[in-house]
């Protein structure tokens, strides 16, 4: 017998296949066989070359050339849809698909352009943006893989996609998450697993993995994701593409779909994900010159500030290992790879160890269970749906706290905060200059197998969320078998247990093509200036 | 038999009373009578001039003198050692005195500057700041009225009192506060009743009321407070002073000593109190100069922004009686001639109702007693004092929060905020214009009767704690018991209740003499703006 869960989730399935219309889909036998793992040169393959043409721009140049009307919306909306409706195709990624409402609004943007003499309604006009789950779009639901939350169309829209709209923006597509989002994975009951464009046995990451593996395929320039412990670097990384995780109280997050909402031990924070470093500039400032803080109390009134990054060399404090869990050697080629066009392009670089990485990464995971799972557990109770195991650590085992405990967090959370900056503060390089930039991994490996629950540590990308630090990922390199060899584990990891376990997890031909990147760390509040200082680091990577 | 408790607090009282050197006392007999109520020109009658000249002086016009090397900070603090005793003497302020400390940091900062040539260390050299007793300054103590809390001299200061040093301060007594700081008297079972200077049966606020204290008899320019639902702002209008609420995560409050420590429901801020609005303007500066945020991770990297007022009609928002609780006549007199100055200056005033202010006054005692009192309770039991009947609303009667309320309660506090931010918004003028400042009164009454629980209503305040605006409270008037008569309670206010009983309270002649102030409120970190807008204030008071 079927559980009535598995039927409310097989019929939820079925109306999103439902809203994808045959028109936009490529013909299964078209399609490239189930055992083709790198997928990620399809769309050129088989979409029609005005497709690929559009969809192989940036955000940054589609909206250019709308702005000079040498695109319409129209244009650019329907060949995004083509090559979105194509990448879930391949890997799953869909959980709302409404290219009706879309097209409506690009065809009144155009019609806006046209009768204005060419004025555009803002940034962004015209362009196709992707929405993770948990963003709330009017009459769309934002069921969040919860079978329980199945069913119920939302009767407003969070406030970023209000301001996005502003700005120009089109919405045509939500993207899939893991159950609870608190896993770095992306599957869950209702639209299961989402996977890897550069090899279909990974997973994209989490849990904006619907962002990654959609921007991996180009199926749009721009998407946004959430981040409370690594949730936008993570699939940014694995999925070979851009992301920024911003300070809390930059963006707005006000009426965005969450697990564990209203929790204010470590907040969740929203940003973009996109096809280029260019493109998180152009959503970031976008975003802010719509105000936010006229709308989310939490947000701060500070306007987009142009950075401009000094002639002088650069300082970067390189981190390669926390000295918690040594990364695979994928991701340590990686970082090397960037220390070395660092150096060679004249910028001061050297090794870095960050202040007790563990005893952060331990006071994080409190935050995550302050309540003890009790709402995720209410959630899949609410449906009886099981869950998927990647979230068990955060719902079984754990006590709720109880308010003097929650003082007694806040208490070593904020001891940890204030002893981190004091020690930045002193951290200078060998020739004695303060730190512009600090690199880090975005986790120990090049993606992760799909559905394996092998991402042991979280660390690289979490310890920042309790710092609240900004953070840019940007891809480096892809995992090869053939110089990113087995061996065993280092064994100078302070978790040596997940260390070990990590390493034994490392077979090369299953990593195989998995992309790497790392993340470009500031101060808090630094979006604008780590986004330049990101763009210093691609340079020297492509020069 | 006395208690353990009584012997130790005798035995601290002791202790302050040796601090204390004779040659700064006025003797006994010379003082006032006890049935002299207002004591705030006695400095003036048993001084030398030499004193009142200096310390008639604002803090602005001191640090000018000293740097333009017109006055030395041995000369500067001897003098409000001086006035701060005799200050003492009449209403009972200090909690802590340690002038050798002071003068000999003042003799090093004179040293400093004849040595360089007529260098300052920085823009408060050799200014004396005056500091509310959770201040920690290393070597004293920082027992808060706690009887459990006598004797542990401070290992470190405050990151507020090193920044401070930084700019120049000199630091030489601690002031006066009610036991917990949940209460706006200034009273408890180690220091007693501390007064006000216009009225010694009135008490002088709180919970920051020693400095209110000690300001109203200028006693020191400048001193800081702390304030949670109205500390700085109540103090500031019971004593006739100035005050700012900054924002959050705008002045470090790291290492601060503090009841409900680490709570992050409704966060205490710390700012100034002083003698004139330049002074607060000059310490703001000074302190921000010191980048905060290198200190304390809660800082936000917000130099000072210089602003220059409009030259235009400004526009302001007057809310003389918020709904819930009608305020004395004395207190609406006070706002009737803010209105008439403005209007006067030809500026644009309009009546103005808040929203739903019961409802976010409800949300912000919840926040005040999440840990259903266990926090207070635990240190006063640790003694065994029975603590001050004025926060026993803070103790007893309630339940803590599990963790799922908790975030019920964020939840509820968020949506608040929310609507409260839009309806400002969506608030113009008659004339159709944005307000650039919104005006309330700082609480029911013109002072209150010392010791008599009869300060029954703080939502004036605690309002804009829980929304985190900026507030800036300037003297007015006092009240007078010939104009301002009493009558019924007007029975408007929501809470008709607790009108009516303040109501009852307001016996003219009870009040006689309390100063009055009001608040000139504008959004969250505008600390600057603020400033600057109260200035237009005074001015058109002034005028």
Not at 20 to 49: G, H, T, W
Not at 222 to 241: N, Y
Not at 261 to 279: C, H, M, N, R
Not at 369 to 384: E, F, K, P
Request: with cysteine.
């Amino acid at each position: 017998m079927v559980a009535l869960w598995e039927e409310k989730a097989a019929a939820k399935r079925a109306q999103l296949a439902a809203s994808i219309p045959k028109e936009y889909m490529v013909p299964e036998d078209q399609l490239p066989p189930a055992d083709r793992l790198d997928v990620s040169n399809v769309p050129k393959e088989l979409l029609p070359a005005d497709v690929i043409e559009i969809t192989e721009l940036t955000g940054t140049e589609l909206v250019a050339a709308m702005a000079a009307g040498k695109l319409t919306s129209v244009a650019v909306t329907t060949a995004f849809i083509k090559r979105a409706v194509l990448a879930h195709q391949l890997l799953n990624i869909f959980t709302e698909f409404f290219p009706q409402v879309a097209l409506k609004r690009a065809a009144e943007l155009d019609e806006y352009y046209k009768s204005s003499g060419g004025k555009t309604v803002g940034p962004l006009h015209g362009l196709p943006v992707s929405l993770k789950d948990q963003f709330r779009v009017k009459g769309v639901e934002a069921c969040m893989g919860y079978v329980a939350w199945i069913g119920e169309p939302d009767k407003e829209n969070s406030t970023i996609v209000d301001l996005l709209l502003k700005a120009g923006a089109v919405f045509f597509v939500k993207t899939n998450i893991p159950t609870s989002l608190m896993a770095a994975e992306t599957r869950n009951c209702v639209f299961g697993q989402t996977v890897n464009a550069y090899n279909r046995t990974l997973a994209p990451g989490g849990s904006s993995g619907g962002e990654g593996a959609i921007l991996s395929m180009k199926g749009a320039p721009i998407g946004i994701g959430t981040d409370i412990g690594g949730s936008i670097r993570i699939p940014s990384s694995f999925s070979g593409v851009y992301g920024i995780r911003p300070s809390h109280e930059r963006f707005p997050y006000l009426k965005v779909a969450n697990s564990l909402e209203y929790s204010e031990t470590v907040v969740s924070v929203d940003g973009p994900l996109a096809v280029s470093l260019d493109d998180l500039t152009l959503f970031s400032k976008a975003l802010v010159a719509q105000e936010p803080w006229k709308h989310d109390p939490r947000c701060i009134a500070l306007p987009f500030r142009e950075y401009e990054v000094p002639k002088r060399p650069l300082v970067f404090a390189i981190e390669a290992n926390d000295g918690v869990v040594t990364p695979h050697p994928p991701v340590l080629r990686a970082v090397k790879m960037v220390t070395e066009a660092l150096k060679k392009a004249g910028h001061e670089v050297f090794e870095f160890k960050s202040y007790k990485p563990a005893e952060g990464v331990e006071i994080l995971v409190r935050a995550w269970t302050v309540d003890g799972g009790a709402n995720i557990q209410g959630d899949l109770d609410a449906s009886g749906e099981p869950g998927i195991p990647d979230i068990m650590p955060f719902v079984k085992g754990h006590k709720a706290l109880t308010i003097p405990e929650l003082f007694k967090f806040n208490k070593d959370k904020l001891e940890y905060k204030t002893a981190f900056l004091e020690y930045m503060n002193n951290t200078l390089s060998p020739s004695g200059k303060p730190v512009d930039a600090w690199i880090r991994p975005v986790g120990v490996s090049a993606s992760v197998p799909a559905g394996q629950l092998k991402l042991r540590y979280l660390g690289y990308t979490g310890l920042l969320n309790l710092l609240d630090y900004t953070c840019v990922a940007i891809p480096v390199t892809k995992a090869d078998p053939a110089i990113d060899v087995a061996a065993p584990a280092p064994g100078t990891g302070e978790w040596a247990e997940v260390e070990k376990l990590s390493w034994e997890d490392y077979v090369p031909e299953d990593f195989k093509n998995g992309p790497v990147g790392v993340q470009i760390v500031g101060g808090r509040l630094e979006e604008e200036r780590m986004l330049a200082v990101a763009g210093v680091v691609e340079s020297a990577l492509k020069a």
